[in-house]
Every structure is written in structure tokens, then in C-alpha cells.
């Protein structure tokens, strides 16, 4: 019997079954791949092998191939890394729920879009600690929206099983941030449906 894939390699496959010729090329671009390789790298898979052995990209590394998406605007694919990236690579009873984490990943959405400047007093709300903001920000240094989506990932690595949206929301509502609270329960409502 086969193992089973990873999340993360299974979130490549998928990405890369996203691809179109022109997205590859030009992340074959943007990647800096030298141009003897060029020819070996036919699909995404296989530039994303490529990136491994070069230590590029992991599992816990992910920077440069969000990156490379964002470049090529191709958010709906960096989307199925943030999902991988969310639910971690540990078993379904680590994790909450089917409802729940479809939850998880609306009100992911919402603050990834919405959150902004006030990202740190939230995730300081949530939990995390100031080393952990600090090496968030020299992860993703000008990119808000990233610091966000890492501070999220990070709480859910934390509470696993436990992790809901009612704690996100109060916590936003600690802060003062009412507006975005409201963003993500109207989502929340608009999804039910």
C-alpha cells in the first residue's frame, strides 16, 4: 500500500495542476532558473522539485513560492497554500471540524484582506508572543497582508482542535476593531446560505 502524500506536497500538486504555460514560464522566470535547467522544468512539479533541492521552499518555508504566486496574480492558488499552511501537516483530530474550519478559512480570508496596520495588537490579543511578531515581521517585512496571514496561521498552529471563529471575532472586538468583526460575521452569514 502507497503512503499518503503530504498536505503540503498534495497543495503543490494542486498549484501546479493550476498552472497555465504562461504561468509557468514565468515563474520559471521570476525563480531565477538558470537557463540549462529550463528545459528540464515542464511543469510545475517539477519546478517546484527543483525549489526543494534548493532549499527554496519546505514545508515550513513557503515565502518565496507565495511570493512567486502573488507576482503572477494568482491569488486563488496562494489560497491553496494558506489552506495546507492552516490546518498543518498533523492529523484530521488535531484539527476542528469540517464546519469549522470552513469557518476558519472565510474569516481567514476576511482578515488577510481587511486586517491591516492593527494586525499586531490582534495577534497580541490571540496570543502571540512578541518574538513570534517580531519574527513575522522579518519574514514578511512589506507585506501586511502576509504578516496578517502568518499571525493566523501561527494561532491556528497553536489551539490545533481547538481553534474557532467565535475566539477571533471577540478578540477583534477587544481590540476595538467592531468593523472588521461585523466584515466577518456578514461573510460568515453570507456563506451560510
Request: some cysteine; overall charge negative.
Amino acid at each position: 500500500m502507497a503512503a499518503a502524500m503530504s498536505p503540503f506536497l498534495d497543495a503543490l500538486l494542486q498549484i501546479s495542476r493550476g498552472l497555465s504555460a504562461e504561468d509557468l514560464d514565468a515563474l520559471r522566470f521570476l525563480a531565477g532558473v538558470k537557463k540549462k535547467k529550463l528545459e528540464q522544468l515542464r511543469s510545475g512539479t517539477d519546478l517546484f522539485r527543483h525549489l526543494m533541492e534548493q532549499n527554496q521552499i519546505s514545508e515550513d518555508d513557503t515565502t518565496l513560492l507565495r511570493g512567486l504566486l502573488q507576482q503572477i496574480h494568482r491569488q486563488d492558488l496562494v489560497f491553496i497554500l494558506d489552506r495546507v499552511e492552516r490546518n498543518g501537516p498533523g492529523p484530521d483530530a488535531e484539527l476542528p471540524d469540517a464546519e469549522e474550519r470552513e469557518k476558519l478559512d472565510i474569516t481567514f480570508r476576511v482578515l488577510h484582506e481587511k486586517l491591516g496596520k492593527d494586525w499586531k495588537m490582534f495577534a497580541r490579543r490571540i496570543g502571540l508572543t512578541e518574538p513570534k511578531l517580531d519574527h513575522i515581521r522579518e519574514k514578511h517585512p512589506y507585506n501586511l497582508e502576509e504578516q496578517v496571514m502568518e499571525a493566523l496561521k501561527e494561532w491556528r498552529k497553536i489551539h490545533k482542535k481547538d481553534a474557532n471563529v467565535s475566539d477571533l471575532i471577540k478578540a477583534l472586538r477587544d481590540c476595538r476593531l467592531n468593523h472588521t468583526a461585523d466584515l466577518v460575521e456578514k461573510e460568515l452569514k453570507t456563506n451560510e446560505n
